[in-house]
């Protein structure tokens, strides 16, 4: 029984300690460089996350004005990211720094980081811990570069 009360005494400071850390990426959902990436720049960067594993179908990294890039058509992109990111808004109540969904045909990831969206689609049972790194990954690197060029 000793056990049992200490896996509770432990989920229960693991909660309060996570409650009271700060998200580093919180920051980032509205900030940024400050300066657009190219769309060669966003396309390989695109490119690169869609290359990362055979689990990846597809990508898309969304500015303000739309799609900068994309696997694939960027016209069903714009209007599922956006519908994503709004669901995880709502359900959050405030501007959501990345959202996860899956189903039984696959999964669903999206990601504000740097001044910018990404979402993307994987197959069933990808590890989300390393996708959503991946893809604030992918941002950082995009603005980083496009900083770069300026």
């Known amino acids: 029984m000793p056990t049992v009360v200490s896996h509770v005494i432990l989920v229960v400071f693991t909660l309060g300690m996570l409650q009271q850390m700060a998200d580093p990426t919180a920051d980032e959902v509205s900030g940024g460089a400050g300066v657009a990436p190219s769309d060669e720049g966003a396309a390989a960067a695109a490119e690169r996350f869609f290359g990362l594993s055979s689990d990846i179908r597809g990508c898309a990294i969304l500015g303000p004005d739309g799609v900068i890039a994309a696997t694939g058509e960027r016209a069903p992109w714009l209007e599922a990211g956006r519908a994503l990111l709004a ?63 300026a």
Do not use: I, K, N, P
């Not at 990345?98 to 999206?110: L, P």
């Not at 990601?111 to 390393?130: C, I, Q």
């Not at 991946?134 to 941002?139: A, E, S």
């Open 87 to 149: 669901a995880a808004d709502r359900a959050s109540g405030t501007m959501a720094v990345h959202a996860h969904v899956a189903t039984e045909d696959g999964e669903a990831y999206a990601v504000r980081a740097s001044g910018l969206e990404m979402v993307a689609v994987t197959d069933r049972f990808t590890l989300a811990s390393l996708v959503l790194a991946d893809m604030r990954g992918v941002l950082r690197a995009t603005v980083a570069a496009s900083a770069e060029v």
